[in-house]
């Protein structure tokens, strides 16, 4: 079943086995590319995309948005706030699953997260150039490690993957669709004509999928990254879309430091981001339970996060 969309919108309000990457109208394949991307030209329609992307990055930069230092003094927050965002960003959804990008209800929902573990696997449009290439790879999968430490949970970047990185640029639009139907077959129509319409406003986005027979565990995702990002954009949705594929599928205005909020003041997973991660897959908690239950064990896991702080 699908769980729903996560999507990053911007300017709104160790090195890997080559294995690891693969173009993706060959379909599993994994041939090792040229530094020219055999020989495409971008389209003029990709060409812009990419002048967007590097003119907003430079305005976000000039504003001392994009922070990559994961927070500080001016960002202080307490075991209360901590508490307060894990309940926003872990039992309720941004947008209505199923039904492509339209919000969602404000409605509590129960803790969802992965039980097995996570594989990540690295694919590329046919237009990405090698070097590129090489180089997300490389941040997916020392992110990889990261994300495993932070958790607890089992995460490795890899072939034969459950939870696909698919960066691609405009013109490989067509075979990202074929690709995403490819890995799962029964994906709802709505979000099929999401992809095929995706304005400019969302710069990547992850669709996560749970298990059948248990809608609270995550068994599959899918991350969807714009491949005309400049490098600290294209990192951002690395750093964002793959820490929300894990469980924490909402934004909120009132996270900070945080990349789980859609005012682009940080860049890259936060300190705050790494505790609210690890009290995701903390035992004590456990997929399906109630905002209602979980609450009073939250407080607990906060007040000691934030203890350990000194």
Same mark, same amino acid.
């Given at each position: 079943?699908?769980?729903?969309?996560?999507?990053?919108?911007?300017?709104?309000?160790?090195?890997?086995?080559?294995?690891?990457?693969?173009?993706?109208?060959?379909?599993?394949?994994? +041939?090792?590319? +040229?530094?020219?991307?055999?020989?495409?030209?971008?389209?003029?329609?990709?060409?812009?995309?990419?002048?967007?992307?590097?003119?907003?990055?430079?305005?976000?930069?000039?504003?001392?948005?994009?922070?990559?230092?994961?927070?500080?003094?001016?960002?202080?927050?307490?075991?209360?706030?901590?508490?307060?965002?894990?309940?926003?960003?872990?039992?309720?959804?941004?947008?209505?699953?199923?039904?492509?990008?339209?919000?969602?209800?404000?409605?509590?929902?129960?803790?969802?997260?992965?039980?097995?573990?996570?594989?990540?696997?690295?694919?590329?449009?046919?237009?990405?150039?090698?070097?590129?290439?090489?180089?997300?790879?490389?941040?997916?999968? @020392?992110?990889?490690?990261?994300?495993?430490?932070?958790?607890?949970?089992?995460?490795?970047?890899?072939?034969?993957?459950?939870?696909?990185?698919?960066?691609?640029? @405009?013109?490989?639009?067509?075979?990202?669709?074929? *690709?995403?139907?490819?890995?799962?077959?029964?994906?709802? +129509?709505?979000?099929?004509?999401?992809?095929?319409?995706?304005?400019?406003?969302?710069?990547?986005?992850?669709?996560?999928?749970?298990?059948?027979?248990?809608?609270?565990?995550?068994?599959?995702?899918?991350?969807?990254?714009?491949?005309?990002?400049?490098?600290?954009?294209?990192?951002?949705?690395?750093?964002?879309?793959?820490?929300?594929?894990?469980?924490?599928?909402?934004?909120?205005?009132?996270?900070? +430091?945080?990349?789980?909020?859609?005012?682009?003041?940080?860049?890259?997973?936060?300190?705050?981001? @790494?505790?609210?991660?690890?009290?995701?897959?903390?035992? *004590?908690? *456990?997929?399906?339970?109630?905002?209602?239950?979980?609450?009073?064990?939250?407080?607990?896991?906060?007040?000691?996060?934030?203890?350990?702080?000194?």
């Amino acid at each position: 079943m699908q769980r729903g969309a996560r999507a990053r919108k911007f300017g709104l309000g160790a090195v890997l086995a080559a294995g690891l990457s693969a173009c993706m109208p060959m379909m599993g394949q994994r +041939p090792a590319p +040229p530094d020219d991307a055999a020989g495409l030209q971008p389209s003029a329609q990709s060409l812009g995309l990419a002048r967007y992307y590097a003119r907003l990055q430079e305005t976000q930069l000039s504003k001392g948005l994009l922070r990559t230092d994961g927070g500080g003094p001016d960002t202080p927050f307490d075991d209360e706030m901590l508490a307060r965002n894990f309940e926003q960003l872990a039992f309720f959804d941004e947008y209505e699953r199923g039904r492509g990008l339209i919000g969602a209800r404000a409605e509590p929902g129960v803790l969802r997260r992965w039980v097995a573990p996570v594989r990540i696997t690295v694919e590329f449009g046919a237009s990405v150039p090698a070097a590129q290439q090489r180089a997300d790879t490389q941040l997916v999968g @020392e992110y990889a490690q990261r994300l495993a430490r932070v958790t607890g949970h089992p995460i490795s970047a890899g072939a034969r993957g459950n939870f696909h990185v698919l960066v691609a640029s @405009e013109d490989d639009r067509l075979a990202t669709i074929a *690709r995403v139907r490819q890995l799962e077959p029964n994906i709802n +129509p709505a979000t099929l004509s999401m992809l095929r319409s995706l304005p400019r406003a969302i710069h990547c986005l992850v669709l996560a999928f749970s298990d059948p027979k248990n809608d609270a565990v995550y068994t599959r995702a899918i991350a969807i990254i714009r491949a005309e990002h400049p490098d600290l954009m294209r990192k951002s949705c690395v750093h964002e879309e793959l820490a929300q594929g894990l469980g924490l599928a909402n934004d909120s205005p009132r996270a900070r +430091p945080s990349i789980f909020n859609d005012d682009d003041e940080f860049a890259l997973l936060t300190t705050q981001d @790494e505790m609210l991660l690890a009290m995701l897959y903390d035992p *004590r908690l *456990r997929p399906g339970i109630t905002r209602d239950q979980a609450l009073p064990i939250v407080g607990r896991i906060a007040r000691e996060k934030v203890g350990s702080l000194g």
